[in-house]
Each structure stands twice: as C-alpha cells, then as structure tokens.
C-alpha cells in the first residue's frame, strides 16, 4: 500500500472520530441514539472505495474495541459491542465495503445513482444488521424493533443525501481535475 492510501485511511478514521465529538441525540423509547456517523460511512465508501474504505473503518472499530472513545457520545470500549448498537456499530464496516464495491461498480456515476446506492446499499444494509442485533439484544422482536427503527428514517435520508452531495462534488472535481492535467 502507497504512504498516500495509508494517509487516507487514516484521514477518514479521524473523519469518523470528528463525527462522534457531535453529541447523540437519545430517544426516550430506544438505547440507540440518533449519531452523525451514518455520513461517514457514506463518505468514506464514496471517497476511498471498499479495500481502503474497509480497512479505514476497522482501524476505527479496533479504536473504539480498545477503548477510545471515538463514538457519539464518547462511547469507547468492548461493551459498546454488546449493546444495543452493537450490530450498527460491526455495520460501518461491512456497508462501507459493500456500498464501496458497488459504487465501484457503476460506470457513470450520477448524483441520482450514487443517491439511490446509498440510499438502497447503505441505509438499507445498516438497518439489515442492526435491527436483528439490537432485536436479540433487548430480547424484542424484529417486528417491534423495526417499529421503532422507523424514526430514524428520515434523519438517515437527509444523512444519505448530505453526504452524496459532498461525495458528489469530491468526486467531480476530481475528474475535471484529470482532464485539464491530461490536456496540459
């Protein structure tokens, strides 16, 4: 791996810790919190891929296991593994990977189609892992957790859309920038 990739993944390790200083917003009716680091997950498989994207937030995940607290709230720790949130948590991930593999797959990325991906892969797929875990978790079941999940909904949309839109412009800027390297 080139000093520039491990710059990166570092880079967006810290992107992730800078979205847990915003505190959590709580819900009286669930232990898990509203966070800011939905977007990072959305960035940084928007912006580095799954390889790098995956390997940035494991060395997140393995901050926070050893107990930096790194997390909204500051949460930090191997019990933030067994909780509630845990299989969001373990999500950031797997959907980085899988959201980044997929972005990787499409030829011409638009607006709309990096929004729907992330909307379809990234939003979808946390509520995959997360709703069973947190189910088993507070022994509830899927039906009632879904329930519940379903205020978080639209905060995740506006997360989603929020971070294609910088993913968005990163990302086109970046191609214009090869163009005029390539016609100089």
């Given at each position: 791996m080139k000093v520039r990739d491990l710059t990166n993944i570092a880079l967006f390790t810290a992107i992730m810790g800078v979205l847990g200083l915003f505190p959590p917003i709580p819900l009286s009716f669930t232990p898990v919190p509203l966070t800011l680091q939905t977007v990072g997950i959305f960035l940084t498989a928007g912006l580095l891929g799954a390889r790098k994207g995956f390997?940035?937030?494991?060395?997140?995940?393995?901050?926070?296991?050893?107990?930096?607290?790194?997390?909204?709230?500051?949460?930090?720790?191997?019990?933030?593994?067994?909780?509630?949130?845990?299989?969001?948590?373990?999500?950031?991930?797997?959907?980085?990977?899988?959201?980044?593999?997929?972005?990787?797959?499409?030829?011409?990325?638009?607006?709309?189609?990096?929004?729907?991906?992330?909307?379809?892969i990234g939003v979808f797929l946390l509520y995959c892992i997360g709703v069973p875990v947190q189910a088993f978790v507070m022994d509830l079941s899927i039906i009632d957790v879904i329930k519940i999940s379903l205020v978080y909904i639209p905060g995740d949309i506006i997360k989603a859309t929020i971070a294609t839109y910088i993913v968005y412009q990163l990302r086109k800027r970046s191609v214009i920038q090869k163009q005029l390297q390539k016609a100089s």
């Open positions: 390997y940035s937030q494991a060395v997140f995940l393995l901050l926070v296991a050893v107990g930096v607290p790194l997390l909204s709230g500051g949460r930090g720790g191997l019990g933030v593994f067994v909780g509630p949130s845990a299989g969001y948590i373990f999500g950031y991930a797997i959907i980085t990977f899988c959201l980044g593999f997929a972005l990787s797959q499409i030829k011409e990325l638009t607006f709309m189609k990096l929004y729907i991906t992330n909307i379809i």
